[in-house]
């Protein structure tokens, strides 16, 4: 089944229309994107992937490769409450997740909620903070709420986190914990654009910014519905099987130090089911899993000292995986 299209029996939001075609929506939300960001169409699904799967989303590439721009024009594709901050050395977790200022005037401390309160957070830059202030994010990531001096305090729904970074051995930067990048479904490099590609971008800036084009093009009961779809994708057990082998292999590797979480495991899931969606069917393949893999898994594994070396560990992460990929074997 190729084309998946929501009809009001199969539980259309309110304010669907009835026919509602997954695939072609979310296509439409990946031209919008690729107005700006050009050439990077899989970069680009795969960020629609974590959205969709209700998960966070970590970029990483060196300085002036586009993350901020990627970032910006999701959100800017879609209707939802949008807030950036900018994570500097000297930002502080109240400047985050707010603070209770005393007002003078009632006698009583008056509530000051930070950016954080908003559907879609760009953390940008988030390495450039201290791990204090990188922290600041964990309970919100995980459980989409924040305690405050003593009060939990729930975050709007839909709540997605992309943080971009530059490599950790750039100066001025504070490697994340590997709680933190556990957090993040989905981790993404950008890369360089090819000469046309280039050429085009700098064609589309010659006149105006791309960015201020770009209208939303997805409503919150649109991008609800596709969430929910994705949690009905099916699954099946062989195809379990074949996830679950891949994830038992990182945990038994001599390469490997730590192996996937559980938390990593379900991420990988979910991903899958997202991307059955955005490319039409009600149904996961072994393709699906194999082509997330990398992103979800690379940032994840601790390799052993053996193996490892400060400047390429994101790059022999990526083999030792595609090794695994190659010992375990693809169901038919």
């Known amino acids: 089944m190729r084309d998946w299209i929501v009809t009001q029996t199969h539980g259309a939001g309110e304010g669907l229309a009835p026919g509602f075609d997954a695939a072609a929506r979310v296509a439409e939300l990946q031209r919008s994107i690729e107005q700006v960001v050009r050439g990077k169409s899989e970069t680009v699904k795969f960020a629609l992937v974590a959205l969709i799967a209700r998960g966070h989303l970590l970029i990483e590439d060196v300085p002036g490769i586009g993350k901020t721009t990627l970032a910006n024009a999701l959100?800017?594709?879609?209707?939802?409450?949008?807030?950036?901050?900018?994570?500097?050395?000297?930002?502080?977790?109240?400047?985050?997740?707010?603070?209770?200022?005393?007002?003078?005037?009632?006698g009583e401390f008056d509530w000051k909620p930070g950016p954080i309160f908003?559907?879609?957070i760009l953390a940008d830059e988030i390495n450039r903070a201290t791990p204090k202030t990188q922290s600041a994010l964990l309970e919100a990531m995980a459980e989409e709420q924040v305690t405050i001096e003593g009060s939990t305090r729930p975050l709007p729904s839909p709540f997605v986190v992309i943080a971009t970074q530059n490599p950790s051995e750039h100066h001025g930067t504070y490697p994340l914990p590997e709680s933190q990048l556990d957090r993040f479904m989905i981790r993404l490099h950008i890369g360089y654009p090819n000469a046309a590609d280039e050429k085009q971008i700098l064609r589309d800036r010659s006149v105006s910014d791309p960015l201020a084009t770009i209208e939303p093009v997805m409503s919150r009961d649109e991008l609800s519905e596709l969430q929910e779809m994705s949690g009905r994708v099916r699954f099946d057990d062989a195809l379990l099987d074949y996830l679950l082998q891949i994830v038992d292999q990182t945990r038994n590797s001599e390469s490997v130090e730590f192996g996937i979480s559980p938390r990593g495991t379900l991420s990988l899931f979910?991903?899958?089911?997202?991307?059955?969606?955005?490319?039409?069917?009600?149904?996961c393949i072994a393709d699906d899993v194999k082509r997330l893999v990398l992103p979800c898994f690379?940032?994840?594994?601790?390799?052993?000292s053996r193996v490892s070396s400060l400047r390429n560990r994101t790059r022999e992460a990526e083999q030792v995986l595609r090794d695994i990929l190659l010992k375990v074997n693809v169901p038919l």
Do not use: C, K, M
């Open 118 to 120: 908003a559907n879609i």
């Open 270 to 283: 979910r991903s899958a089911q997202a991307l059955a969606v955005i490319e039409g069917r009600d149904y």
């Open 298 to 304: 690379a940032h994840r594994i601790i390799l052993s």
């Open 75 to 106: 959100s800017r594709a879609l209707d939802l409450h949008f807030q950036r901050i900018q994570f500097t050395s000297d930002l502080l977790p109240s400047d985050v997740i707010g603070l209770s200022v005393f007002n003078q005037g009632t």
